[in-house]
């Protein structure tokens, strides 16, 4: 239940010790202040009042020496619209006021249902450094914060070398290109997967041998990849699938046995972790995207890291137009400009240093999600794995076969109620310029997910409140089509 308006005032006279037990019975991390009159004269949040005690404040000094009085509100008369463009996750909840100044009502995300799959957090170091770019002149891709942002994905993941590029699609043609794939070799890729997987196997001239999913995990399926095996196979490219690791020792098994080399997608999954390994330090070379939407993000941009120097120094000439370190303009191979610049590496190095909080908020958003439809039995839920760390890129659930529900009518009454989703991908196999490289083989659980899978959102300022009411939203339709 939202709280009325009267649940989140408190009197400017009140105890820190009123407001935080006022904060803490309404779960909106803020309350509105207000004086003799009922005018509203200032907004206290959660963190005002830790940053209050780090001053060495105590509970019982009054909300007056504490409030913040640089506030957004709005008359009581304004139009939602208007309303919905000022609410994002800095501006949270806006006190709305009748012409004295008294607060009457607020407007919150969570009352005005508006919830997107994802949305980049910038709140930390992410506009100093991209200003000391521009103050300093270093914009272009030579500057301090690309080496730190490499240095720091490295040291993150626990591989020797890192190099940054200005996507994840590039990063994976980067990879192949520099471990000499080309033409004639083939690749096994999963058939759910988002296009750029395959598409940078075709770039590089080689074939894409398209392999089923498994029907727990949603990402490659071993079995199927050990079929798909010829003399011709040069590589395994597994897909670590919304934030779940594949089944590496399986894939790293097969590709022992058969001296393939592994080049690990781990665009959706960066924190993730398999038997204590990172995702991206289980394989020859592994990437990563930092598009908008994903777990860290630099607008555009891209990652390879390396367990072998003499590749990750070729990648890096491929990189830079495939020039010659020691002799400018001098060019040993057709390379590519795929750098990244200073100012996207600059927001990379902010989000570095918030890794550990944003992917353990990720773990946390997928735990409520769990115990909040783990009780559905129409929906078949991420699998978890003792020895896994899943870290819900995309929250998915899929639809079981009880599921009376059509997935896309399920789409619409989400969307409804302001719950943006997105349809699991479609399957690589089905779409017009991957046909030709499909074998004899079917696809059947693609093929499923594809059809009944919907990603929820899973943008890190999501509330657990917010997540209640989704799965509560989601609960209700199921019910609603048993009557
Ligand atoms: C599995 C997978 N691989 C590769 C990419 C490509 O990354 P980018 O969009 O940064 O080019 C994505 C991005 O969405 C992805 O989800």
Known sequence: MTPTIDQLLVKKTDSLETVLRTIDASAQGICFVVDEDQKLVGILTDGDIRRAFMNRLTLSTAAVEVMNTNFTSRSIDTPREELLQLLDHRIRHIPLLNE??????????????????????????????VT??????????AGK??????????EYCNVPYAAAVSNGTVALHLALDALGIGKGDEVI????????????IIYCGATPVIVDIDPTTWNICPKATKRAITSKTKAIMPVHLYGLPAEMDAIRDLAKKHNLL????????????YKGKKAGSMSDVATFSFYG????TTGEGGMVLFQDEETYKKAIVLRDHGMDKNKRYWHNFVGYNYRLTNL????????????????????????????????IAEFQLPASFKDVTNTYWLYTIVLNDNCELDRDTLIGKLQQNGIETRPVFYPLHAMPPYQQYVRDEEYPVADRVSKRGICLPS???????????ICGVLRKQVSLVKL
């Open 293 to 296: 939407n994903k777990t860290i």
């Open 132 to 141: 000391n770019c521009i103050k300093t002149n270093w914009i272009s891709s």
């Open 100 to 129: 004295t100044g008294q607060p009457v009502d607020y407007a919150c995300i969570h009352r005005y249902n508006r919830f997107p799959v994802s949305e980049p957090e910038l709140g930390g170091n992410e506009l100093e450094y």
């Open 262 to 273: 592994i080049v690990e997608d781990a665009a959706e999954a960066i924190g993730s972790i």
């Open 145 to 154: 914060y690309v080496r730190d942002f490499e240095a720091m994905v490295a």
């Open 189 to 200: 890729v999963p058939d759910l997967t988002f296009a750029a997987s395959i598409n940078a």
């Open 344 to 375: 996207q590496a600059a927001i990379g190095v902010a989000q570095m240093e918030r890794i550990d909080d944003i992917v353990a908020r990720k773990i946390e958003l997928g735990k409520l999600y769990n115990e909040g439809l783990k009780d």
């Open 459 to 469: 943008y890190l300022s999501l509330q657990p409140s917010e997540i209640e009411f």
